[in-house]
Nanobody, 110 residues
């Protein structure tokens, strides 16, 4: 399993970003996929999980702002992030079947 995350960058507070995670070594259509993040000096935390049928759940701090989606035909998962805040600054990782992607850095700053 290999996971390639991308889409991070610098964004101002209130801005948006869309992260992508492309998985290879699958197929993964019958497994859950997840996004985690690790802020500087903090432990890695779960952001949200999407099941094989597309149902997603989120940590309270991102509910209403973040949306996880997936395309099973392309083994790809996305994280759409809206109204980003400085506390969302972190390295974001995708996680599938016990494997981690390399992470993509999101920095929210004015």
């Amino acid at each position: 399993v290999q996971l390639q995350a991308s889409g991070g960058g610098l964004v101002q507070p209130g801005g948006s970003l869309r992260l992508s995670c492309v998985a290879s070594g699958g197929p993964f259509r019958r497994v859950a996929m997840a996004w985690y993040r690790q802020a500087p000096g903090k432990q890695r935390e779960l952001v949200g999980v999407i099941t094989d049928d597309g149902s997603a759940q989120y940590v309270d701090s991102v509910k209403g702002r973040f949306t996880i989606s997936r395309d099973n035909d392309r083994d790809t998962m996305w994280l759409q992030m809206e109204n980003l805040q400085p506390e969302d600054t972190a390295v974001y990782y995708c996680f599938v079947l016990g494997h981690w992607g390399q992470g993509t850095l999101v920095t929210v700053s004015s």
